[in-house]
């Protein structure tokens, strides 16, 4: 110990004497290993990690639609708690959980608006967290402005059905106005985002409900400014386009056959966004319908989802997942909020679909519709 002090004192002092580095830095070489015996490792690390980096693709915010995601009321106190639980329907072996920002009143206007400046992740098997697990704490110092980038708190598989943000120091709007915004959060188990969906509890339900931007649900309804996952090469196409229609609610169907039956978890829709066009979700149906069946003619389908009722809101640059639940002919499977629990989807792996049909039923399409369907 005392050896390794007077080694640090040594290249000190040189620092301090303003000896200039060609003339020490032999030197420092020399005594790393001992002055800092993890550093090679250290830089190994960096290395790699800048390799990685290097080979992604750049980072593009997404639109996220007409739900932007939370936001609580205000209050001139800055550490005055606030807490979100999400209640996941049942306990999970959760894998992480991450935090999405959001963007100010407008779309890229203020990347990180509203993210708490100090908190901590709990997980929790009861509702009331009497006894629950931190698996994230950022209190001091507290947390910069995280931009565009989600927050992401490991979780190694511990089990828990509630998952709570809790929030000490709210995020300052300006010098008399502090408050906190989210717009997502995804809890993921086994690779699936079982938060979706659930239900969501704000403190003495506090919140600002100006629908459908700001809402308790839109935390947990699968869009945020993450946009669609991207490769490295940028795609050759923009999708399906349909031909121009003169009537809104003119059928339009678009059918996948997988060649042959295949068990189906479930069905994922990647709205359009082509580069002549500054909206995203660009043409996306208002109404529509997805049935499954294991014959071309769909005598006999399944609806697997329905949107015939009321439109769908724009999702952006967000996928929109569908569970590939088969029931019988006539019956909706799955509609938002809900979200079916893993027991119903591992019936449905069981289950075999061939062809899967998508119906928009009514829209406006002056330029037709644009989007990709793909089944996982």
């Known amino acids: 110990m005392k050896l390794r002090s007077a080694i640090i004192a040594l290249l000190s002092l040189g620092m301090l004497c303003q000896v200039e580095v060609p003339q020490i830095g032999w030197l420092q070489e020399a005594l790393t290993p001992f002055a800092a015996p993890d550093l090679p490792e250290i830089r190994a690390e960096v290395a790699a990690i800048q390799q990685e980096l290097s080979a992604l693709p750049p980072h593009v915010t997404g639109g996220s639609g007409v739900r932007r995601g939370f936001h609580s009321t205000y209050t001139p106190i800055p550490r005055k708690p606030f807490w979100i639980i999400v209640d996941l329907g049942r306990s999970y072996p959760i894998d992480l959980v991450a935090l999405i920002p959001t963007d100010g009143p407008m779309t890229g ?3 990180g608006y509203g993210f708490p400046r100090r908190f901590q992740v709990d997980l929790s098997e009861d509702s009331e967290f009497e006894e629950f697990v931190t698996i ?3 209190m001091s110092p507290a947390y910069p402005n995280p931009g565009p980038y989600p927050y992401v708190a490991e979780a190694g598989g511990r089990r828990a059905r509630y998952v709570r943000l809790y929030a000490a120091t709210r995020w300052q709007q300006d010098r008399r106005i502090w408050m906190i915004a989210v717009g997502e959060i995804f809890v993921i188990s086994g690779g699936m985002n079982v938060a979706r969906g659930a239900r969501v509890e704000t403190f003495a339900n506090l919140s ?3 629908e459908p931007i700001w809402m308790a649900e839109n935390l947990v309804d699968g869009q945020s400014n993450l946009g669609v996952p991207i490769g490295s090469r940028p795609s050759r196409t923009h999708g399906f386009c349909s031909q121009p229609a003169a009537r809104s609610d003119a059928l339009t169907w678009v059918q996948v056959d997988l060649q042959a039956p295949v068990p189906v978890d479930e069905v994922r829709l990647f709205p359009a966004h082509p580069h002549d066009s500054p909206v ?3 043409g ?5 319908r997805v049935e499954a069946s294991l014959d071309g003619s769909f005598r006999n389908p399944a609806v697997c989802a329905s949107y015939e009722d009321e439109d769908f809101l724009n999702p952006g640059d967000n996928v929109v997942p569908l569970p590939a639940e088969v029931f019988p002919p006539g019956t909706c499977a799955w509609s938002p909020p809900s ?6 989807r591992r019936a449905a792996i069981s289950s075999r679909s061939r062809n899967w049909r998508c119906f928009p039923d009514k ?3 002056p ?5 990709k369907l793909r089944t996982g």
């Open 109 to 111: 206007s203020m990347p």
């Open 136 to 138: 994230a704490r950022e």
């Open 208 to 210: 600002t409900q100006h």
């Open 280 to 282: 995203p979700g660009y």
């Open 284 to 288: 996306f149906p208002l109404r529509f």
């Open 339 to 344: 979200f079916m629990p893993c027991t119903s």
């Open 363 to 365: 829209g406006t399409w």
């Open 367 to 371: 330029r037709g519709v644009r989007s």
